[in-house]
């Protein structure tokens, strides 16, 4: 049966999916690719659609992931694959196969969510939590879509997010009634069950002003990636004038003229934490070689280090980007570097939550190691994998001096200009070229 499936996979209704982009809706960052379903893809017969026997089924859905995954394997960022939830319920420790899968050839080991979907479900919600609690124990994040899953059933599931598909939007951008009804009841729901909220397929500005103001966080669509279907999950051309179109639809916070007879109570400001901050890890698998490193780091020039992952999604090993580069480029260096595992390379990753606090963050790095002062921070997600990282010049200049403490005293700065011909020299080479230090922070 499983053979069968593979085979059906070799055809081009069995081809790899395509990869639609997923933007923070705060920051503008790319933040995940979502797989096209493989019940949506061209060529699908009526066989083929999601019935049959359940063995069969459960083979098609492994094999489409299997093959999603394999695709999804370049991407920086977390990717979102569709799957059955009966393949989740009945078939979890097959889904093991996936992280092997995505760290075939290019891959670098980037966080997975699986997003079930309901098709000819079968599986009872006991089973169906069963098995979403062994999918979390090998790493993955669960979403769910609203349409689909009763509300109750939601909510014992307490997927990490919950998504609205382009169906629901219908209506919103002109105001239907019923359609922001919908989403009225959806946002709702994500709040009870702590869910982010994720809305697909957004084509206008109304509406990406109307989920924005509802507590939607991260969107995909039209309005805000020119490219809604890349081969490749690294490859993305964001929409023309982004920035200011976030920027334009952001909700306003409707605030309440002062009473200078009861001025209330004063809440003290939130101190911005390591999320705040976090961008997209640059990964690796950790048995990456030196020149996988050194291909990451010419992919993502302004990355300040590579994190090295285990089969499971966690960090195992830091490579920074200077220190790195500096012993390539000696003596011998990449001949004896490039075609040896990095982990011998690498030092042990600095992992926090990302609660952290950025002034307890800065604070220990300027009390630490002074050669690792400008190693990022890799945040921790929930189950421990890593998809994010804080960078020490983010975490500078995120300090308010206003808003708190004293500001954190930096030593060491230099007494006057520095002498000429002292910049940082820069190589032929675009790999030679060390990443500058943050402005205004002295080397330790």
Known sequence: MAASSASALGSPRGSAPLFSPRIDLGSGRVVGFLAGSSDLRPGRTAAEDGYGPLEVRIDREIADLLVAARAAGTSPVTVHLPIAADAVAWAAHRLRAVRPAMLHGDGRGAGVTLLLTSRVRSASLPALEDGIRQARRDGFGIAVPA???????????????????????????????????????????????????????????????????????????????????????????????????????????????PDASDPGPVHPAREVTLGDVARPATVVPDTATGDDVRSALADEQDCAGVVLVGTDGRPTGYVDRNRFLLTIAGPYGRAVFAHRAAARLAESPTVRAATTCVRDAVRERLDGDPARRYDDVVLSEPDGRTVRVARFADLVRALDPAAGPAPVEVVGAPAGPAAPGTAPRRGRHRLVGLSPRPAGVAVG
């Not at 598909?165 to 009870?192: D, Q, R, Y």
């Not at 081969?231 to 920027?247: D, F, K, Q, S």
Request: charged fraction near 20%; charge should be negative.
């Open 147 to 257: 349409a689909g899953f009763a509300p109750a059933e939601i909510a014992r599931l307490a997927p990490d997010q919950l998504v609205l598909g382009a169906e629901w939007l219908a209506g919103i951008g002109s105001g239907e009634v019923a359609a922001l009804a919908t989403l009225e009841a959806a946002t709702v729901l994500a709040g009870a069950t702590r869910a982010e909220l994720v809305v697909d397929g957004v084509d206008g500005e109304a509406s990406l002003r109307d989920l924005r103001g509802r507590g939607a966080v991260v969107a995909s669509g039209p309005v805000l990636a020119a490219d809604q279907a890349s081969a490749r999950p690294a490859e993305v051309t964001l929409a023309p004038g982004l920035r200011t179109r976030l920027a334009t639809t952001a909700p306003q916070l409707a605030v309440p003229p």
